[in-house]
């Protein structure tokens, strides 16, 4: 069952923005992380923040639409259009491919 806050900001950012706010002192600025170090951080905050909704009773299917729309606004932001639509021209291929499948192969 979907819970109903009276808050704007959803629980697992409040969360994270009361963690933040009670220590300001220990924020300190670091060298960008490489480029894949920031895919696998991005990946588990994002893992993260799945996992808590889900936990709130939002379903998987809304998740998925409602992130996939996040992504694609961001893309399209820093890159355009046209460059968004030929990349998504590459998608069908990569999915039937099993790139983005994760059950494991029975051996």
């Known amino acids: 069952m979907l819970k109903i806050r009276h808050s704007s900001v959803p629980p697992w950012i409040a969360y994270r923005l009361s963690g933040f706010m009670s220590h300001p002192a220990s924020f ?19 893992n993260e923040a799945w996992a808590e909704a889900r ?3 939002v379903d ?3 998740l998925a639409q409602a992130s996939l729309f996040a992504a694609f606004a961001e893309l399209v932001a820093t890159y355009g259009e046209d460059a968004v639509a ?18 494991l192969a029975k051996q």
């Open 28 to 46: 300190t600025a670091r060298a960008p992380l490489p480029d894949h170090e920031q895919k696998q951080a991005a990946l588990s905050y994002l």
């Open 55 to 57: 936990h709130d009773g």
């Open 60 to 62: 998987g299917d809304c």
């Open 86 to 103: 030929k990349f998504v021209e590459g998608l069908p291929l990569r999915v039937r491919n099993g790139e983005f499948s994760t059950r």
